[in-house]
């Protein structure tokens, strides 16, 4: 817990008065909104917000943020967190499940910042990348996936059966084991028919990462 406060601590010092922030999803950003929301309510900030879930959406109202979306502002700054981090800032993303939107938030956002624990870093990335599917194409992208990785339904907590995503679709959880080239693996991923977005977001796509630890954190750029 300490990494992702300490991250999202120096995050906030990068947030102005007036900027729209692209909003990522998972328990890093939502520590990240409880810090802002304190600087909102101690210095009556207006800060406008995109969400990329419900769950930031909620996180984000609830901390003082004014929501808006991709028609009426260009975000300013992305904030997300990340399932890992490899030696040059390719990141894997998606652990739940809101890498879509994430991704577009992503790309149309000025700058992109991710805050991370220092548990996220790693040499070459090795997780299952996850992968959402249209459900119309399901057996379809099943079959094409399978032969270059293991994909894996991803199942429900609280729910049977797959769960859906913000967008309606699945989320396949695709297993190449150590990936040493994730621009190949991306494009690969992003041809496939029924395919709408997958969780690697390449280091083009990166300003900095922060990384937290026990008791400080830093930011590092490309
Ligand atoms: C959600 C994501 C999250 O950013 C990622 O899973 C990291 O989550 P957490 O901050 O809870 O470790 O990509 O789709």
Redesign the pocket.
């Known amino acids: 817990m300490n990494g ?1 406060y300490n991250a999202s601590k120096l995050a906030l010092g990068l947030i102005k008065d007036g900027m729209t922030i692209g909003i ?6 939502e520590v990240f909104l409880n810090l802002l929301g304190e600087r909102i309510k101690r210095e009556g900030l207006r800060i406008y917000g995109i969400p990329s879930s419900y769950q930031s959406m909620l996180a984000g109202l609830k901390n003082g943020i004014i929501l808006t979306d991709l028609v009426e502002r260009e975000p300013d700054i992305c904030i ?4 890992q981090v490899d030696s040059r800032l390719n990141c894997i ?7 879509t939107r ?1 991704k577009i938030l992503a790309i149309a956002s000025k700058k992109v910042l991710i805050l991370v624990d220092k548990s996220k870093l790693v040499e070459k990335l090795s997780m299952p990348v996850p992968v959402e599917v249209l459900p119309f194409a399901y057996g379809y992208v099943v079959k094409k996936l399978s032969s270059i990785c293991k994909p894996k339904l991803r199942e429900g907590k609280g729910k049977v059966g797959p769960i859906i995503t913000d967008n309606g679709n699945f989320i396949l959880d695709c297993d190449f084991g150590v990936i040493e080239n994730p621009e190949a693996v991306e494009k690969e991923l992003r041809s496939i028919a029924g395919v709408v977005e997958n ?1 690697i977001f390449l280091s083009e796509l990166i300003d900095a990462v922060i990384v937290g630890g026990d008791y400080s954190a830093e930011i590092i750029k490309k």
């Open positions: 992702k990522g999803s998972g328990s890093t950003v997300d967190g990340a399932d993303k998606g652990g739940g499940a809101a890498l994430e969780g």
